[in-house]
C-alpha cells in the first residue's frame, strides 16, 4: 500500500525530531526554522521512519495519508 506525507509549515515549530528519525525523508530549513520534505512519497521501504518521523512531530504538524 502506499502513502503520502504532508507537512503543515503553519504549525512545524522547528523542533527537526523528523529529521532525526528519518533523515532520508526531511531536510531543515535553517533560515525560516521549519523542517521540509525531499520525497512526499518515500517508499514502503522507508515507512518504518516514516511512521516514526509522524509520530514523534511534538507540534503534530506531520500526516501520513494512505492511498
Same mark, same amino acid.
Given at each position: 500500500? =502506499?502513502?503520502?506525507?504532508?507537512? #503543515?509549515t503553519? $504549525? !512545524?515549530?522547528?523542533? +527537526?525530531? !523528523?529529521? *532525526?528519525? +528519518?533523515?532520508? *525523508?526531511?531536510?531543515? #530549513?535553517? #533560515? %525560516?526554522? *521549519?523542517?521540509?520534505? $525531499? %520525497? =512526499? @512519497?518515500?517508499?514502503?521501504?522507508? /515507512?518504518v521512519?516514516?511512521? +516514526? =518521523?509522524? /509520530? !514523534? !512531530?511534538?507540534?503534530?504538524?506531520? =500526516?501520513?495519508? @494512505? #492511498?
Amino acid at each position: 500500500m =502506499s502513502y503520502r506525507l504532508l507537512l #503543515d509549515t503553519g $504549525k !512545524c515549530q522547528g523542533y +527537526a525530531n !523528523c529529521l *532525526i528519525e +528519518a533523515p532520508e *525523508i526531511w531536510d531543515f #530549513d535553517e #533560515d %525560516n526554522d *521549519i523542517a521540509t520534505l $525531499k %520525497n =512526499s @512519497e518515500p517508499g514502503e521501504h522507508l /515507512r518504518v521512519v516514516a511512521d +516514526a =518521523s509522524v /509520530r !514523534c !512531530c511534538p507540534a503534530r504538524a506531520i =500526516s501520513l495519508l @494512505e #492511498d
